[in-house]
């Protein structure tokens, strides 16, 4: 069985900083693309970031400018997204979502067709 | 940047209807990487549909999608009292990635 477990959220203060990770289970974590999606809360969905299966390449999104980083370790099947400078708007549920199944050189994207439960990070004073 | 723009923001429908909602992109979505999730209060995402039109591992047939370029459709052919939920669109394509702001189906 398939499952993505986020850990790492809570209450920070603006400008604090927060690593949040997501532990991989039931299946081949090294072979899949990651992303992060996070909800702020009565919002929708807005995608974060992404990780190739070796991690060599990583996006984000424009509005994170530069304050985030995303990366894995496929020995110990997990995912992180460390954050720093945080803000009030980064308030929100941050879900890890798994990928594209990536064999080699090829890419097979399916949407992102698993979720973690999510972890709520509130940053306030 | 590929803005996706749901409408409508809200559909109210009773059991047994159909429903169509649809996801209009700011520029092609060249390789049909669009998919669909529906979510629950307090619960995660859930995949409906991928590459378009492709529905994912135990999503009943009553769900559907379909579109190309920048036009895409979720039908959905005979509601289910459980089906009442918010509805996503995304595209894959190309990053940054991005989702559709959502459509509330709620019953009437």
């Known amino acids: 069985e398939v499952q993505l477990v986020e850990s790492g959220g809570g209450l920070v203060q603006p400008g604090g900083s927060l690593r949040l990770s997501c532990a991989a289970s039931?299946?081949?974590?090294?072979?899949?693309?990651f992303n992060w999606v996070r909800q702020a809360p009565g919002k929708g969905l807005e995608w974060v970031s992404y990780?190739?299966?070796?991690?060599?390449?990583?996006y984000y999104a424009d509005s994170l400018k530069g304050r985030f980083t995303i990366s894995r370790d496929n020995a110990r099947n997990s995912l992180f997204l460390q954050m720093n400078s945080l803000r009030a708007e980064d308030t929100a549920v941050y879900y890890c979502?798994?990928?594209?199944?990536?064999?080699?050189?090829?890419?097979?994207?399916?949407?992102?067709?698993?979720w973690g439960q999510g972890t709520l990070v509130t940053v306030s004073s | 940047e590929i803005v996706l723009t749901q409408s409508p923001g809200t559909l109210s429908l009773s059991p047994g209807e159909g429903a169509t909602l649809s996801c209009r992109a700011s520029q092609s979505v060249s390789n049909i990487y669009l998919a669909w999730y529906q979510q629950k209060p307090g619960q995660a995402p859930r995949l409906l549909i991928y590459?378009?039109?492709s529905r994912a591992t135990g999503i009943p047939d009553r769900f559907s999608g379909s579109g190309s370029g920048t036009d895409f459709t979720l039908t959905i052919s005979r509601l289910e009292p459980e089906d009442f939920a918010v509805y996503y669109c995304?595209?894959?394509?190309?990053?940054?990635?991005?989702f559709g702001q959502g459509t509330k189906l709620e019953i009437k």
């Open positions: 979502a798994r990928g594209a199944l990536q064999l080699g050189s090829d890419s097979f994207p399916t949407g992102f067709d698993y």
């Open positions: 590459d378009t039109s």
């Open positions: 039931g299946f081949t974590f090294s072979n899949y693309e």
């Open positions: 990780i190739s299966s070796s991690g060599s390449t990583i």
């Open positions: 995304h595209q894959y394509d190309s990053s940054p990635y991005s």
